[in-house]
Every structure is written in C-alpha cells, then in structure tokens.
C-alpha cells in the first residue's frame, strides 16, 4: 500500500500496543495479584507473594462513615480501614504498608477471588454460600451486627407497623434476602428497591421515595450521623431481624494466609483482655507476667530455663503483636476511635470476660 | 479442424490464490478456536481450584430476594428471577421503541419545518440530547424529576382524579374484573372489521362513485365492539386515591421504570431524529417539485411522496438505533429497576456463581437483538427498492 497509508496503520498499531504495555506496567505494580498471587493452582503461596510485593492488598470501601472512608487526605479512616492496618503491621512490623482498593458491594467476591486483593476487610456478614461457593474463607468476627430498619423519626415506632411499606436497600447484599424474608415472616408485603449507590439510595430516603431504609445496625448508624437533614431525623427502629457477623475473608486454599489474618485479628482482642493499650504496650514488654511477654515478643524459657523465642509457625514475626498494639492498637481502641463517636455501644462486640463474644485463641 | 485452448500451467500450491484463501482462513479459524479454548479452560480450572461452581444448578436454587412490582417469593428458584428480568426487558424495550419511533419521526420532520419555533425547539431537543451520555439523562430522570421534581406521597399531584403522580410512582385509571389479553381480543375483532368495512366501501367506491367513509365507519364499528367488549367482559374502571402513604386503585407505574423509560425514549428519539432527517433530504428534491406540479398540499407531499421514500432509507439506521435501546436498557440496573442486568446483578452478590450469571443474560442479550434485527431486515427487504 501507499507509503502514507503503512504509516498510518503502524502508528495506530504502535499507539495501541503502548498502551496495552502501560497499562500491564501499572497493573503488575499496583494489583499484581494475577502475577505471584493466587496460592491455589499456581503453586505460589499468599504470604510470600505479598512479602515480596512490600505491601498488603486490603479490600474495602470508600464512603462508610465509621468503617472506612476516603478522606481529602487520600487516607482511609475507620474501623476496617484500621484491620486492614493490623494486618500490614503483623506482617511487615509498619501499619502503613497496606493498600486499600476500594470495592464496590457486587464486585468484592470476585476481587477475593480473582486475586487482586489479598483480603476483604470490608463488612462482609459471614455466611454459608459465601463460604462455599464464593470461595471465601471467613476469619475471626470483627464485628458481631444485626439488620435493623431506620426510618424518619415519628413515622412508625415498630417494624409490625410498616404494612405494604416500601423499604430500600442496598443492592449485592443479605440485605435484600433477610428484608424479603421478614417481610413473609410477618405478613408485610413490603416493597424492596435495591439501589446501587448508596448515595442514590440516601436521595431516593430523603426524597421520600421510601419508607425505610434496611441495612446492619452499624452502617444504619453510620449513614444517620452523617445524614443531611441531622441525625435526629431519623430513627433506628429497636427490631434487629437477622445476625450479620462481619468478619475479614481470604480466599479459599491458602491455610498458611489465612492463619495469618486471623492470628493478626485474634491479637487486637487479646490484647484487650490483658489490659494491654498503645499507650502502654512499651512498659508491657517488660511486664513479670509471663504470658504478656510471650504474646507480645515471642520471648520465653525453656524447660530448662533457657531463654528461646516462640515460634507458633504461623510465618509471623515473633514480635507481631507488639507491632501491631504500638502502631494500631488494641480492638477496644480501635472500637472507641471510630465506632464509639457514632453511638455505636459495645453490646455483644465486648469481650468475653465482660459478657460479649469476642474470644481470642489461647497464644501458646 | 480443432482447436485445443492454450494451457495454462497451474501456480503451485503456496502460489495457488484459491488454496491459500482457504489455508488462511482454516488457520484464522483454528487460533480464534484456540484462544477461546484456552479462555474457557483457564477459567474453569481456576474455578475448580478455588471451589467455585461452574455449572448451571444455581438456577434451581431458591433466589432468597424478592422482585418488586412481580408476583415474586424469594422461596421461588433462580430461573423464575431470569424469566421475570427478561419479561421485564422485554416490556420496557418493546414501549420505549414504540414511542421513541413515534416522537423520533415527528421531531425529525419537525427540525425541517418552516415554522420557526417548532424548528428550533427540534434541534434544541435533538442537538443537546444526542450529546449527553444516557446515563446522565437517566439519572437526571431519576433524580431530578422523580425523586425532586415529582411530590412526595402525602402532597401527590391528582390530575383530574384520573391520574395521581408522586414520587412513589404514577397510578392511572385502570379497569379491572377482566384482562389485558381479552380487551385485546376485542381490539383485534374491531380492527379486522374496520379494514373488512374498508375493503368493502372501496368496492362500493369502485362501482358507484359513493364516498368510501371507511374512517367513519370502521371506527364506529370499532368502538361498537369495544363498548360490547367491555360490558360482556364485565370490566369496571378504577381510579387511583391515595390512602396512606399508598395510592389504591387504578395501575400503578413503577417510579424506576419510568425515569428509565422516559431517558431512553427522549435519548433513542433524538438519535431517530437525526436519522429521519438525513433521509427525508436524502430524498432527491424532484420528487417534492413533483408533488406540487401535482397540486398537494405541503403536508400532502410529505405523507405521500417524500415520507415513504425517506423511510425506506430510514430503516436500517432505525433498526440500530432499536437494538441500541434495547442494550441501553440495561442501565436500569442503577436505578432499581428489575431488568435482567439487576436481576444477574443481584443473584450474584447473593452467592451465585458470577461467570454463569452473566453468560446466561449475555445469551438473552444476543437472542433478543438477533430477533429484533430479523424483523427490521424483512422490513427492510420488504420495502427497499426492487431494481431490475
């Protein structure tokens, strides 16, 4: 063909092959999860693709008001965004070596899945299916929640007064189930419109497109501190009709990463227990109980009175726990620094010794 | 005496043109074969090994949500979620093609009319909606004119007691005490009697001269077996009241369905517009001069000579714009409106495996545009220009 025309067409194939080539560049530096990752079938484990990669993939979201939000800063701040934080720093000994990809709801399965994130820490309700056949495996709960309703102050006062209401959910979530399944439970033919975006969804409540909005009590909570109109204008109805355990997941058949998450997660709760804060995790260490200094630095003696480090084979450092008090702090902390601010009580998310369900395994 | 033709020799193989076009091909043939093999296989191991499902058994199992606007249960299995989206699909793209045909035509003739407003109105429609993309206008649908534009339930609009519009939706007198599909059946009774009445007074026209009155008299014998209908039916008009913070009464149009509906019909109508036009000045301008040599009036000339011609032209552009809108639907998803793309959407984020969801609305996809274009090709072949 004319030489003009050669020109052209290889410039165009040029141009298209630059920016496959780019875009393989950026992705292999950010997500890579398709490359070292996977731990299943590709004969790599998890914990040593992110070692190599320097930093943790945590899955989660950006607009949460006390879970995880994106601030102006490019920070992510809240409860979650803080667990993924305890992950990096039991890993890498420096809570900032995390990565947060912000999810959207119908999407986190498939990013757990396909490799691009290493773990969802993003209020994900631990469920059977999603054990089995989403090929997630869910770690210790983080956060023990229920469904409620919420709707604007004085319309109703009970759930069994909501006949033929319409209630709007998020789409992608047990939400839209547990609605549908109270609504039969009591006889309420409600409407459920499933949005999207929870920004349409909060226009759509606002507008007075919908009677209710159904969600976890917690996020309930969260939308309502931030709510346009005040918190006051709303209501959490006290009905709470189904158990939604949040809990952090890591995808199926890599035992030694899971292990790892949960024995990060499990720390933040023993801590707890010992009495063990940021403030004085330093004088800690050097604590005469014996217990709290294994946890804490993995020392401890032998039968012979030798001095050895405990190495429980997790593939931790044996210092983790300290790591991951000194720079994130311990579950309670972390309870108060987001959740608390919101309203949000202790309740079941106590320890065990206080009459909750949070129970860390035995360090030893 | 004979005359043998002069041989040819016959190229080589790697020469032969006819042998390598086949090669080529067969080889093309087998690296498409095989990276689909490859796509497929990856997948499916992968899968496997993560303890993800692969078949198509989700579709038995129980939905566990429920399908607003439907006579749905969430006990009911995954199939029955399918065939109610894909209703759904099918009901929005059949109405906004319809009207978006109808207004498409009418603002394409109307950009070229001699009357100043309704020229400019017609391009101000055409020339700003074409240039936004639909799902800004849905959600300028949605948001500005259901959510705010309409009222809430407790100030809805009543409009002459016949329509009551909210931002809950919009109920309109309905009947009740019979179907949709036996009024129907009624209609079509009427409308083959009105073309059996015409085909009758144009045989009277024929021989006598008589003015047909085909209109008059096939309508009145239309509405005489509409009004006989509806009475041997027993049908009984309902009209909307709002009672609480529900409306009773009458037919109630779901508020997502009709910002989507209305976003696709004002977005595919422009894109008509445009279409229309373009072939009404493909249209060569001695037809038109020939029209008034003939004595028609302005629109005269347009319904009888100009339009049939420019819609010939007009069809396989139209066809497109239809298939696009019946893909475009499929933004509905955003907007809580149960199309099948939010119906798949939904069964996946409740544990259904995601690659057999989306192959299964993808399949729909294909077999709803392969049968909308086979009926815009007959029309096209059965009006294009027969030429010797």
Request: one cysteine or more; charged letters at 15%; aromatic letters at 10%.
């Amino acid at each position: 063909m004319k030489p003009i025309k050669l020109l052209a067409v290889l410039t165009a194939l040029t141009l298209v092959f630059a920016a496959c080539t780019s875009d393989g560049d950026s992705d292999s530096s950010t997500t890579e999860g398709e490359g070292g990752n996977g731990g299943t079938g590709d004969g790599g484990s998890v914990l040593e693709a992110v070692l190599d990669r320097g930093v943790v993939n945590c899955g989660t979201r950006d607009a949460f008001p006390g879970f995880a939000v994106l601030t102006e800063d490019g920070d992510h701040v809240g409860f979650d965004s803080d667990f993924c934080r305890v992950i990096a720093a039991a890993v890498f000994g420096d809570a900032e070596a995390v990565e947060h990809v912000d999810l959207e709801t119908a999407d986190r399965f498939t990013a757990l899945q396909s490799g691009s994130i290493d773990v969802l820490v993003r209020n994900t309700t631990f469920t059977a299916a999603r054990d089995g056949g989403e090929g997630a495996t869910f770690l210790s709960v983080n956060y023990y929640d229920g469904q409620g309703m919420m709707v604007n102050t004085g319309d109703y006062s009970s759930i069994e007064e909501m006949q033929g209401a319409i209630v709007c959910v998020a789409q992608g979530t047990t939400t839209e189930g547990n609605a549908a399944a109270e609504s039969a439970r009591l006889g309420l033919d409600w409407e459920v419109r499933p949005f999207e975006d929870t920004d349409l969804l909060q226009e759509a409540f606002q507008s007075g497109q919908c009677d209710g909005w159904s969600s976890d009590t917690s996020q309930l909570t969260g939308f309502r501190s931030v709510y346009p109109d005040g918190p006051d204008a709303l209501t959490i109805l006290p009905e709470v009709f189904s158990k939604e355990p949040l809990a952090p997941a890591v995808a199926d058949g890599d035992s030694q990463w899971a292990a790892v998450v949960n024995w990060a997660i499990m720390a933040t709760i023993q801590a707890e227990e010992y009495g063990i804060t940021q403030a004085n995790v330093d004088q800690m260490r050097d604590s005469d109980d014996a217990a709290i200094v294994m946890f804490l630095t993995g020392a401890t003696t032998d039968e012979e009175g030798n001095a050895t480090t405990f190495d429980p084979g997790l593939g931790l450092p044996a210092d983790f726990a300290y790591e991951v008090i000194s720079q994130v702090g311990n579950y309670g902390e972390i309870f108060d620094r987001h959740l608390t601010p919101l309203g949000l009580e202790r309740g079941v998310n106590a320890l065990w010794t206080d009459g909750g369900l949070l129970y860390a395994m035995p360090y030893k | 005496m004979t005359t043998t033709p002069p041989q040819v020799a016959r190229p080589p193989l790697y020469r032969n043109v006819n042998v390598l076009k086949w090669v080529f091909q067969l080889v093309v043939f087998f690296i498409v074969l095989a990276i689909l093999f490859w796509l497929a296989n990856n997948y499916l191991t992968r899968s496997q090994d993560l303890g993800i499902p692969t078949s198509f058994d989700f579709l038995d199992q129980p939905t566990s949500f429920d399908i607003t606007g439907a006579d749905f249960s969430p006990a009911e299995p995954v199939r029955n979620a399918y065939l109610v989206g894909i209703g759904n699909t099918i009901r929005i793209s059949a109405v906004g093609i319809v009207f978006a045909t109808a207004l498409g035509i009418l603002v394409g003739i109307g950009r070229l009319s001699r009357n100043w407003v309704v020229n400019k109105l017609s391009t101000v429609f055409v020339e700003s909606l074409r240039n936004i993309p639909l799902l800004v206008i849905m959600t300028f649908c949605f948001l500005g004119i259901v959510l705010q534009l309409f009222p809430r339930i407790e100030e809805a609009w009543n409009l002459g007691g016949l329509v009551i519009v909210s931002n809950r939706g919009v109920s309109v007198t309905w009947f009740e005490g019979t179907t949709v599909a036996a009024l129907l059946g009624f209609l079509f009774l009427g409308v083959a009697g009105w073309w059996l009445i015409a085909r009758w007074r144009r045989g009277v026209f024929e021989r006598t001269g008589a003015p047909t009155r085909a209109g008059l008299l096939g309508s009145s014998f239309l509405i005489l077996v509409m009004v006989t209908g509806w009475f041997v039916l027993g049908a009984t008009v309902t009209t909307p009241e709002v009672a609480g913070r529900a409306v009773a009464g009458g037919i109630r149009v779901d508020p997502s369905y009709f910002a989507v509906l209305v976003a696709l019909v004002i977005y595919t109508a422009s894109h008509i517009a445009e279409i229309t036009r373009g072939s009404i000045q493909a249209v060569p301008k001695g037809q038109g001069e020939a029209g008034s040599a003939l004595a028609l009036s302005g629109s005269q000339r347009l319904w009888f000579v100009v339009l049939p011609q420019a819609m010939r032209i007009a069809i396989p552009p139209i066809g497109n714009q239809y298939l696009n809108l019946i893909k475009n639907s499929s933004l509905g998803a955003a907007f809580a409106y149960f199309d099948l793309t939010l119906v798949a959407q939904i069964t996946v984020g409740n544990g259904k495996p995601a690659v057999p969801a989306f192959v299964l609305a993808l399949v729909f996809y294909v077999v709803l545009s392969l049968i909308t274009s086979t009926f815009v090709n007959l029309a096209n072949r059965h009006f294009k220009l027969v030429e010797r």
